[in-house]
Structure formats: structure tokens, C-alpha cells
């Protein structure tokens, strides 16, 4: 290694899941939504002016701000914007987390935290799912375990779990000095939001995505809100690295989408639907799993190895996540697709499995 090489930031990168091209493909890998985006937004890409493109975008992209706010009935300024919520946590991270002590977050959830961690030299400890794959809220009590932090998904992931809210109540009461994020990427799909709670614990931030419920994965539009105060903190930081990270195309078309409460409630209850559908079927092919609020399933065969199913679905172009760490190397992740998706995938792991493999 040349002498220079020891002034860099080294990092081990977040491995996001595969983006195949194929167009044959059945693509449950990433958690998108497999239902086009609202038609709000295409209206707005035809009507857009290019013109426009000359100047920079308003900084403060007021114009979807101010939808996100509408829709959770919230103050403009306890709005934050970014580039998907990996920008939003990401800045969160920086902004929060900030003590020599230790954040906390699950041993298995988005395995972007730790990378954020190592990235911006913050200490963390992963503090060990029961065996249920469950958060256990008392280990996050700052008596029981002094933090400077703490961040976990609700539902979590890849494991689709859901923490109820007095739990997640129960770890702000034992937690006033620290700021606690609750990444809410997927609780659209049946899990309930700490929201509520923003009103009684000004150290609550809420991250949420439109990446999964809203069908904008392509777009990149995360959002986070929390106390006023909290938002001055995490905008002074944002703009202290780049002022206009939300492009104008982006705000334009996420703020239609915001408006169009019909069409994402539409999309969001069928994907529910078949996921309780899919869960029914999983358990007849001999799979188990935690009960999913996400829009994915983390399930686990009785008989076949999880490697092996990936495998073989891979073959057939079926793309799903399967994670090889220690406590999570006989699960899948799957994705929930559409029906006819769903069924595909279904008749194939029927006719693999083998009748002797039936649950
Ligand atoms: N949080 C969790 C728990 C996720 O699974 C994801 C998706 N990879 C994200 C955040 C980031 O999603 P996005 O940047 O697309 O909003």
C-alpha cells in the first residue's frame, strides 16, 4: 500500500441486492412495489418544462415538503427531505449520533446501519433479537445499556416483525438524553407508526420512504419527521454537505404522488392481501416464518436449505434475498409481487420442493 493510502476513509460498502436487466425476470429481491407508481406522476413528467432545467431546484423543496406535511397533517418545518431514506438515515446518523457511547440496533435488521456506523467512526452494539427474531425493549433501556443512540426499522428487517408501539414508547421513556430513530420503510403495509408519539418525545425521529409503499424506489425520495428542532439539526447538517440534494423533476412528481391518497391506499391493500395470501401457501409448502407487517416475507424451509431454494430459484429467473450470516443463513427474503407473481413462484417451489417436503 502506498504511504498516501493511509489518509483514507476506508469503508466496507453496503451491498445492495442484485438489479438484474432481464426482462422475463420475477424480481422479489428488493422490496419494491410491484404496482406502478401513481399516474399523477406521469402527468406531471409531460407538463414538465425543461426549460426549468437552468436553475438550480429550490433548496428547501418546499413543494413536496409541504405534500408530506398535508398528508400526516404535520407542521412544514418537522419535515426533512432526501435522496431515498438511506440519504435521510445517512444524515441522521451524522446529525444524531454523536457520543462516544455506543448506538444501539438490532443483531439482524438493515445492514446499512453498522456501515454508516464504521463510515462516520460512530460505536455501536448490536444488541441480540430473541429467539423469535423479536426486539426485547428492556435491553434498550438506557440503565440496562448505555447508549449514545438508538435506530431500528418497525416493522424490522429482513425479518418483516413488528414492535408495537408501547414498546417502542417504553424505549423514548427510558431513553430522554438520546435520539431515537425509528426507520418506518415499510410500516405502510400494516404496522403502526410512532407518529403519534412525536407529540409526547421531542428526541423521536421517524424515517419513511417512498420507495416501497408509493412504488418510487427509481425516484429516490425519503422523508423524515420529528420536533422542529430536530429538523433545524438535521437541515443545518444537510447543508453543510450539499445544498440541493432533491432535483426539480423529483419534487414535482413526488409531491403528485403525495396528493394521490387514493391510488397508494389502492396499491398498498393489495399487496397485503397477498401477503396474508402467500403466507397461507408458504406454510403448505413447509416453510415457516415470523408474521410479516412488511411487504416481504423472511421464511425458512423445514427440510431444504435455504442456499439451495435461492439457487434454484435463481435458475428460473426468480430473484429473491438470502442473506449468508450466522443467524439468518436458512431464511429467505421474499419479496411480495403481484398475485400472478406470487403464483409462479408458488407452482415452481411446489413441483421443486417435492411432495415429501410438504408442510
Ligand atoms: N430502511 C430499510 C429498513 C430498508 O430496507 C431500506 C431499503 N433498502 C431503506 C431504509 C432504504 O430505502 P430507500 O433509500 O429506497 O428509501
Known amino acids: 500500500m502506498s504511504k498516501w493510502e493511509d489518509n483514507v476513509r476506508k469503508v466496507v460498502p453496503y451491498v445492495p441486492g442484485e438489479q438484474p436487466r432481464q426482462k422475463d425476470m420475477i424480481k422479489l429481491n428488493t422490496n419494491e412495489n410491484p404496482y406502478p407508481p401513481s399516474g ?18 429550490d433548496p428547501t423543496a ?47 435488521t438493515y445492514s446499512f446501519y453498522d456501515v454508516w456506523a464504521e463510515e ?30 438508538i435506530v431500528f426499522p418497525n416493522p424490522n428487517a429482513p425479518t418483516g416483525v413488528e414492535l408495537p408501539l408501547d414498546a417502542i414508547e417504553a424505549i423514548l421513556q427510558h431513553n430522554p438524553d438520546v435520539a431515537v430513530i425509528v426507520d418506518e420503510a415499510y410500516v405502510d403495509f400494516g404496522a403502526v407508526s410512532a407518529l403519534p408519539l412525536l407529540k409526547k418525545y421531542e428526541n423521536l425521529l421517524v424515517v419513511q ?25 438535521l437541515n443545518d447538517v444537510k447543508y453543510s454537505f ?13 409531491a403528485a404522488v403525495f ?16 401477503r396474508e395470501w402467500a403466507k397461507k401457501e408458504f406454510t403448505r409448502l413447509g416453510f415457516s416464518f415470523g408474521d410479516s407487517k412488511a411487504n416481504f416475507v423472511f421464511v425458512t424451509h423445514k427440510s431444504v436449505p435455504a442456499k439451495q431454494i435461492f439457487q434454484a430459484l435463481r435458475e428460473q429467473h426468480i430473484y429473491v434475498r438470502y442473506f449468508d ?28 420442493l417435492g411432495k415429501d417436503s410438504l408442510g
Open 242 to 254: 450539499n445544498s440541493y440534494t432533491m432535483n426539480q423533476l423529483t419534487i414535482a412528481m413526488g
Open 40 to 57: 399523477e406522476a406521469a402527468k406531471v413528467l409531460q407538463a414538465f418544462d425543461e426549460d426549468t432545467l437552468r436553475l438550480y431546484p
Open 120 to 149: 462516520f467512526r460512530i460505536p455501536y452494539e448490536r444488541v441480540m433479537l430473541d429467539e423469535e427474531f423479536k426486539i426485547v425493549p428492556e435491553q434498550y433501556f438506557s440503565e440496562n445499556h448505555q447508549n449514545g443512540g
Open 259 to 274: 396528493r394521490d391518497t387514493a391510488y397508494f391506499e389502492e396499491t398498498v391493500a393489495k399487496v397485503v392481501e397477498t
Open 325 to 352: 450470516k450466522p443467524r439468518t443463513d436458512r431464511y429467505l427474503r421474499i419479496t411480495i409481487g403481484t398475485r400472478e407473481q406470487m403464483q409462479i413462484l408458488f407452482d415452481f417451489l411446489e413441483e421443486y
Open 62 to 108: 418546499a413543494e413536496l415538503v409541504n405534500a408530506i406535511a398535508d398528508v400526516y397533517q404535520v407542521s412544514p418545518k418537522q419535515v426533512f427531505v432526501g435522496v431515498g431514506s438511506d440519504d435521510v438515515l445517512a444524515m441522521s446518523f451524522m446529525t444524531f449520533f454523536n457520543s462516544e457511547k455506543p448506538i444501539l440496533f438490532p443483531d439482524i
Open 209 to 233: 420512504t417512498t420507495s416501497k409503499s408509493r412504488s418510487l424506489a427509481g425516484m429516490r425520495i425519503g422523508y423524515a419527521i420529528g420536533n422542529e428542532k430536530m429538523i433545524r439539526y
